[in-house]
């Protein structure tokens, strides 16, 4: 149980263009949904936090404008990168939390590989 | 905000033998501590974790020690095996703080054969 889902796998895409991954949760509902961006060979780095039917909370220094986030079901959560530069290229993980669990718990997604050209 | 460390950040072991992971935090609040297993390309997997009203949790090969008084936690792994080899990352989290996970740096794991 607890299997979390990420689309696409990999994806790569031109510079200045925009980019959806989508996060799943399988097997349970997922009142709140997290996004990390894990760079080559570095930790992950917590993004944002997004609750069912709300705004998302970001951390200090990730543009909200950049990276936008949609929680719409308590079982999908969407990450679309806007404008998509170079440096945005890294590993983006979901991480979900199971409503029917304790609520430290975090499963995560298979993660999303992003080049950008 | 948290701070976690991890040491070391390398380890490479001969199979059979045991390794340990050692990590620290700095919010005296944090009161969940979970490891995570992340093979190459792949979404880290948690394989233990321990709350702060436990000092010490076993599953299997598996073990992980909480020290509350000197805000350090342990993994540690026996009998190590090649598929043990990976990418080990400490978390802690405080229910005071929204139950949000700072994750240490991470240890790569080379189990020789």
């Known amino acids: 149980g607890a299997v979390v889902s990420q689309h696409p796998s990999w994806v790569i895409c031109k510079s200045g263009t925009s980019v959806k991954i989508e996060c799943r949760s399988l097997d349970f509902q997922a009142t709140t949904m997290f996004w990390y961006r894990q760079f080559p060979k570095q930790s992950l780095m917590l993004m944002a936090t997004?609750?069912?039917?709300?705004?998302?909370?970001?951390e200090q220094g990730v543009e909200k404008d950049k990276f936008l986030i949609n929680h719409a079901s308590l079982t999908l959560s969407t990450l679309t990168v806007t404008s998509a530069h170079p440096e945005d290229s890294s590993f983006y993980i979901c991480?979900?939390?199971?409503?029917?669990?304790?609520?430290?718990?975090?499963?995560f997604g298979p993660g999303t590989r992003l080049l950008v050209l | 905000g948290e701070n976690v460390e991890q040491h070391p950040s390398t380890l490479s072991v001969q199979e059979g033998d045991s390794a340990v992971i050692k990590c620290t935090y700095s919010d005296s609040a944090s009161n969940y501590f979970p490891w995570y297993k992340q093979e190459l390309g792949k979404g880290p997997q948690l394989i233990i974790d321990?709350?702060?009203?436990?000092g010490e949790k076993k599953d299997q090969r598996i073990a992980v020690t909480l020290n509350k008084t000197a805000k350090h936690f342990s993994l540690h792994i026996t009998e190590t095996q090649p598929e043990d080899s990976a990418v080990y990352f400490c978390a802690a989290s405080a229910s005071t703080a929204g139950n949000k996970l700072t994750f240490g740096g991470g240890t790569r794991v080379l189990v020789k054969p």
């Open positions: 991480s979900a939390r199971d409503r029917g669990r304790p609520k430290e718990t975090q499963y």
């Open positions: 321990i709350r702060s009203n436990v």
């Open positions: 997004s609750n069912e039917g709300s705004k998302a909370t970001y």
